[in-house]
């Protein structure tokens, strides 16, 4: 039976919610201080009630102007304030590349970049690669050469071989295997992920798709 | 979520010093490693001083007297890429290429790469090592196959960086600037032994900041690499590597320089294979004397002792690349 529109709607709703628990999970760890790490009576007050900073962000050409507490993560800011799911949490410490973006044309992880750093910057999420309602080259690239099985990881794939073609339009399959190793697939789709990314450079060209 | 911290953007070098005086106060540069250590609990930060702003504190520039100045905040991607580092300091451009992945590589400066906090699962984990204040360090009777072979001594984990050793190779020097002025020291005497102190791994005070390095001309015949075994072929850290960068002259090593990393708690040079080569032909056999001699006072604990012959073969396979 297919699913109604509420149903769909509540369960991604609590996929967020699981991440979200899976984040403050995280969280709770960081506040056990360290042995020999203990607090220091001179140290600064946290603040009590969250600073705010309010930020200019650029995002898939659209601007917004957002408020943000200094710990947000770029990654938060995205799936959290604008909606941008397409951007995936994982590991969220700079190893898996689920949440790789694009900050001014480079490839970044968004986990490991705080949002009020990105301020006045211009990122590009996997919801940029859209052409209108269609999937743009790379995502077709990765669909059609089957770069994927849970496909958790190609959101974050698909913005490092974006990165990729932007600066190497021609890439050897070497240089594909070194600026792609940012990204894990733990179904071990990396073949297939090669041949996407030469798929891809050549669908930009203009070539058969 | 990280826990609640302040937030400041420091317009100026000086400021920057000024509001990262205070205990609980850390610098924010790229932000790779701070972040990883603030999520992981290895300490904690009431105030994030940003430096990312410094426009001083950027760019890759040839001096008047024919060397580079780094700025601090010179990403890795950028030494990877520039033309003149590639020409001439190919063993800094290939640390720069050979560290992390393309995404922190983007993100990570060459000051941070430098200032990075050990990747030792003891000190990252939730253990009261030597590192954080505690008497005694985990790995001697634990699991220590990453650990180090050469300068543990009370602590013995190894310097994570890659460009450290390269620098060192180069007989780099580092510019810091704090409260009560600026200094520029030589990167060798940067780095902290465990020996001398096991809870820092560099000479920076408290409000003092690393804003340039300094490199040399290059010498006349200089020839150069860095060398790098991981575990996986890319985004991994060292389990041993080696920058060399030796002067050649009419067929004769007029000056070695050989400094390793995975092997020690601070990037290493091994001035035992620097001797081996210094006024040889660089044939087999001084190839074959100097890695010998970079592994000869080795001391490997229970799990590493892999990394004697990884060393004495790495050396071996790099110098015959610059001697070919």
């Given at each position: 039976?297919?699913?109604?529109?509420?149903?769909?709607?509540?369960?991604?709703?609590?996929?967020?919610?699981?991440?979200?628990?899976?984040?403050?999970?995280?969280?709770?760890?960081?506040?056990?201080?360290?042995?020999?790490?203990?607090?220091?009576?001179?140290?600064?007050?946290?603040?009590?009630?969250?600073?705010?900073?309010?930020?200019?962000?650029?995002?898939?050409?659209?601007?917004?102007?957002?408020?943000?507490?200094?710990?947000?993560?770029?990654?938060?800011?995205?799936?959290?304030q604008l909606g941008l799911t397409g951007t995936k949490p994982g590991c969220e410490r700079g190893e898996c590349g689920a949440c790789t973006v694009l900050i001014d044309g480079q490839v970044r992880y968004a986990c490991m970049t705080l949002a009020v750093e990105a301020a006045g910057a211009s990122i590009?999420?996997?919801?940029?690669?859209?052409?209108?309602?269609?999937?743009?080259?790379?995502?077709?690239?990765?669909?059609?050469?089957?770069?994927?099985?849970?496909?958790?990881?190609?959101?974050?794939?698909?913005?490092?071989?974006?990165?990729?073609?932007?600066?190497?339009?021609?890439?050897?399959?070497?240089?594909?295997?070194?600026?792609?190793?940012?990204?894990?697939?733990?179904?071990?789709?990396?073949?297939?992920?090669?041949?996407?990314?030469?798929?891809?450079?050549?669908?930009?060209?203009?070539?058969?798709? | 979520?990280?826990?609640?911290?302040?937030?400041?953007?420091?317009?100026?070098?000086?400021?920057?010093?000024?509001?990262?005086?205070?205990?609980?106060?850390?610098?924010?540069?790229?932000?790779?490693?701070?972040?990883?250590?603030?999520?992981?609990?290895?300490?904690?930060?009431?105030?994030?001083?940003?430096?990312?702003?410094?426009?001083?504190?950027?760019?890759?520039?040839?001096?008047?007297?024919?060397?580079?100045?780094?700025?601090?905040?010179?990403?890795?991607?950028?030494?990877?890429?520039?033309?003149?580092?590639?020409?001439?300091?190919?063993?800094?451009?290939?640390?720069?290429?050979?560290?992390?992945?393309?995404?922190?590589?983007?993100?990570?400066?060459?000051?941070?790469?430098?200032?990075?906090?050990?990747?030792?699962?003891?000190?990252?984990?939730?253990?009261?090592?030597?590192?954080?204040?505690?008497?005694?360090?985990?790995?001697?009777?634990?699991?220590?196959?990453?650990?180090?072979?050469?300068?543990?001594?009370?602590?013995?984990?190894?310097?994570?960086?890659?460009?450290?050793?390269?620098?060192?190779?180069?007989?780099?020097?580092?510019?810091?600037?704090?409260?009560?002025?600026?200094?520029?020291?030589?990167?060798?005497?940067?780095?902290?032994?465990?020996?001398?102190?096991?809870?820092?791994?560099?000479?920076?005070?408290?409000?003092?900041?690393?804003?340039?390095?300094?490199?040399?001309?290059?010498?006349?015949?200089?020839?150069?690499?860095?060398?790098?075994?991981?575990?996986?072929?890319?985004?991994?850290?060292?389990?041993?590597?080696?920058?060399?960068?030796?002067?050649?002259?009419?067929?004769?090593?007029?000056?070695?320089?050989?400094?390793?990393?995975?092997?020690?708690?601070?990037?290493?040079?091994?001035?035992?294979?620097?001797?081996?080569?210094?006024?040889?032909?660089?044939?087999?056999?001084?190839?074959?004397?100097?890695?010998?001699?970079?592994?000869?006072?080795?001391?490997?604990?229970?799990?590493?002792?892999?990394?004697?012959?990884?060393?004495?073969?790495?050396?071996?396979?790099?110098?015959?690349?610059?001697?070919?």
């Amino acid at each position: 039976m297919k699913p109604n529109d509420d149903e769909s709607e509540r369960s991604a709703l609590s996929r967020r919610r699981f991440f979200n628990s899976m984040a403050a999970g995280a969280g709770g760890a960081a506040l056990i201080a360290g042995p020999g790490e203990g607090r220091d009576p001179r140290l600064e007050a946290p603040p009590d009630r969250a600073e705010t900073i309010r930020i200019p962000l650029t995002v898939n050409g659209r601007q917004h102007s957002l408020t943000v507490e200094p710990r947000w993560t770029l990654l938060y800011a995205l799936r959290e304030q604008l909606g941008l799911t397409g951007t995936k949490p994982g590991c969220e410490r700079g190893e898996c590349g689920a949440c790789t973006v694009l900050i001014d044309g480079q490839v970044r992880y968004a986990c490991m970049t705080l949002a009020v750093e990105a301020a006045g910057a211009s990122i590009t999420t996997l919801e940029g690669l859209m052409r209108g309602e269609e999937l743009g080259p790379v995502q077709q690239a990765f669909a059609q050469e089957d770069a994927f099985q849970c496909g958790y990881c190609t959101p974050g794939q698909a913005m490092s071989a974006e990165g990729l073609l932007r600066k190497s339009p021609n890439p050897s399959v070497d240089e594909i295997r070194e600026e792609m190793s940012g990204n894990l697939c733990r179904c071990g789709a990396y073949p297939h992920i090669v041949k996407a990314v030469q798929r891809a450079a050549s669908m930009r060209k203009g070539g058969v798709s | 979520m990280l826990s609640q911290f302040a937030y400041r953007k420091a317009g100026s070098v000086q400021e920057a010093i000024e509001l990262s005086s205070r205990p609980g106060a850390r610098i924010l540069a790229g932000g790779s490693d701070l972040l990883g250590c603030l999520r992981d609990g290895v300490f904690s930060a009431d105030r994030i001083v940003s430096i990312s702003g410094l426009k001083e504190l950027k760019g890759v520039a040839a001096t008047a007297g024919g060397g580079m100045r780094i700025g601090a905040l010179a990403t890795l991607a950028e030494i990877a890429g520039h033309p003149r580092l590639r020409q001439a300091y190919p063993a800094l451009a290939q640390a720069a290429a050979a560290a992390a992945s393309p995404q922190l590589r983007n993100q990570g400066t060459i000051g941070g790469n430098l200032c990075q906090r050990p990747r030792c699962w003891y000190f990252r984990g939730d253990f009261p090592c030597a590192r954080k204040g505690g008497d005694t360090c985990y790995a001697i009777a634990g699991e220590n196959q990453l650990h180090c072979i050469f300068g543990g001594e009370g602590c013995y984990m190894v310097h994570p960086s890659d460009t450290a050793p390269a620098l060192l190779a180069l007989d780099a020097k580092v510019r810091i600037q704090g409260r009560k002025g600026a200094r520029t020291i030589p990167l060798a005497s940067f780095f902290v032994l465990p020996s001398v102190d096991p809870r820092r791994e560099n000479a920076l005070a408290p409000g003092e900041l690393l804003t340039e390095i300094l490199l040399d001309p290059p010498e006349p015949g200089a020839r150069g690499l860095y060398r790098k075994v991981r575990e996986r072929g890319a985004f991994d850290f060292a389990l041993v590597g080696a920058a060399i960068v030796l002067a050649i002259s009419e067929g004769t090593v007029k000056k070695a320089r050989v400094a390793l990393s995975g092997v020690a708690p601070v990037p290493w040079r091994s001035e035992e294979a620097e001797a081996a080569l210094a006024g040889k032909k660089l044939d087999q056999q001084a190839i074959a004397a100097a890695a010998a001699a970079a592994v000869k006072d080795a001391e490997p604990l229970s799990g590493n002792g892999y990394k004697i012959p990884l060393v004495r073969g790495m050396v071996e396979d790099a110098l015959s690349a610059l001697a070919g």
